[in-house]
């Protein structure tokens, strides 16, 4: 059981959460989205189901998304009452526990995102406090948003119809509410390098999900992140685990390796064994004891699994990755080995300087936690002092520039 009761509404700023352009946009550089990871019950698999969703817009006159051409035309487009348009694309991936169907979505459409403070939101405004949407400018609804009280986000999707012809589902709706006050907080982290370039961030570490997949009921946590970034990504591997007694985990390595230099999206290759981290950090929020740890020591080793792509993903038989994470401070240290059950992945290409193009694949894994373990000075937890585990890990290589 979980040490505090849920919040009934979400913490901290907002102000942003329905705006971009914080910084002076650049050139090719500049990239914005709203991102869900949702993870969701399952009685058939420890792993549970899986849904991510992004929203995004990108400062470029084309890129390529697996394989289909986005050809972004400019900035976003204000109003005088900051509402926004958006030349954008939806894209999702869905895991029902056993398949991975990806894409999805993937829809290139206009976009309006506005805040509950602008004369065109329907009923009563909450003047500012972070209400507002992000509402695609299609016939179905693919909209996600903040109610004006900060007591709910929702989230309404409907599948392409390929996908749905697949398998995977027609609908979804679903309600997102606070868990917990460690998690379900707006928290906003920035940098800046050289020449403008840099990233803003807010992060809301983990929801409670209810709601309809094709009208029946689901349950489950969720992360969320709203993203602007402009500067070249190298190479990362970043991990999360929600617990059921309501703890967080997660943990960030951007890195330089060969993998810099893949043009590729084949899931294994003898490069991804060598890396140079460029940063190190984790985050362990601490249900039992009531505390957050952060971890500025990281260590990620990427090995191959037993499991491997099954026959509906792009490389069938390829092995999928299993991740040994270790992290430590002056009084906790966490080591961890969680498995991919299967692969979702999106591949970019962009026209660069002199007729190249540059690319970058970016792979999302559901997660099995398989070994846990936590000493501090309390004594040491493993696996078996938690109920359900479950997370996504991510590993990205080549650069879009």
Known sequence: MESKPPIKMFQGDFSTMWTLGLREPLWHMTWDWWWWLVMLDDDEHPWGKQLMVLWSTKDNDRVEVNGTPWMP?????????????????????????KRMHEPYIKRTCNMIAMGDDHPAWPGTSAEGKGGGAVVPLLDEDLSMGLQSDRSAFWLNLTGDKTSVTA?????????????????????????????????????????????????????GTAYFQKVCVQAPSPPWYWGVLHFEDGSYMDWFLPHLAPTITARTSRPWKKRDIQHIALSQGGLFHDAKHQRTERFARVEVVKEASPLTEASHGEHPGAPLPQFSVHM??????????????????????????????????????????????????????????????????????????
Request: charged fraction near 25%; aromatic fraction near 10%.
């Open 328 to 401: 430590w401070n002056g009084r906790t240290r966490i080591k961890l080995v969680v498995q991919a059950v299967d692969r979702a992945h999106w591949h970019f290409d962009q026209p660069t300087r002199g007729g190249l193009w540059s690319h970058l694949t970016y792979n999302e894994y559901p997660l099995e936690l398989r070994r846990l373990e936590i000493v501090d000075e309390h004594g040491k937890r493993t696996r078996k002092d938690y109920g359900w585990a479950r997370g996504n890990a991510e590993h990205a290589w080549g650069i879009l520039h």
């Open 167 to 219: 398998g995977a589902p027609a609908s979804m709706k679903l309600q997102l509410t606070p868990w917990n006050p460690a998690m379900s907080v707006a928290r906003p982290s920035t940098a800046t390098y050289a020449a403008s370039m840099g990233y803003d961030i807010l992060r809301v570490h983990g929801t409670r999900v209810s709601g309809t997949i094709d009208d029946v009921e689901v349950n």
């Open 73 to 97: 035309k400019g900035r976003p487009g204000v109003d005088e009452n900051g509402g926004m348009i958006l030349d954008g694309m939806v894209c999702a991936w869905w895991f029902d526990g």
